[in-house]
């Protein structure tokens, strides 16, 4: 699965979130980019359902395991939505991501050895809250 780069997220221009300059997705309803982003934080809740070091993978027990940005994707084949709401979605996860170089986007981030599963779900929780503050 290729890097997630600014043409592939059809960015239309930029600004800083919390100091740091990103990608500004278009516009999309508010409602359905939280929607998209709780529904993919309980994709991977369960650390069970989480893959660690890849997009989709089996898990030992037989369960499929989603990347972070996989785990978007589920979510927004089961909406039925616009790609515009997987774009925002996954702008926002990636505007929370720690500012270590590591964690320089989504997929680096989520297969990084370093990274656990509670900090992924806390990457989903700190782009949830803050959506949720501002489209309110």
């Known amino acids: 699965m290729p890097r997630d780069t600014v043409e592939e997220l059809e960015l239309t221009s930029f600004r800083s979130i919390e100091g740091r300059v990103l990608p500004e997705a278009k516009p ?9 982003l ?7 809740a369960d650390e069970r359902d989480w893959s660690p070091c890849g997009a989709v993978s089996e898990g030992p027990d037989g369960r499929v395991q989603r990347c972070t940005v ?10 039925a939505t616009h790609s515009e709401v997987m774009h ?7 505007a929370y991501l720690p500012p270590e170089p590591e964690a ?9 050895a370093n990274t656990t ?4 779900l806390a990457l989903f929780d700190r782009a949830i809250a803050r959506r949720s503050e501002i489209g309110a």
Request: with cysteine; hydrophobic share 60%; aromatic share 6%.
């Open 28 to 36: 999309v309803e508010t409602d359905s980019v939280l929607r998209l």
């Open 38 to 44: 709780v529904m993919a934080r309980a994709i991977i």
């Open 70 to 79: 996989m785990a978007c994707d589920a979510a927004y084949k089961a909406m």
């Open 88 to 94: 925002a979605a996954l702008h926002w996860l990636r």
């Open 104 to 112: 320089a986007d989504i997929i680096a981030f989520n297969d990084d």
């Open 117 to 120: 599963h509670a900090d992924v």
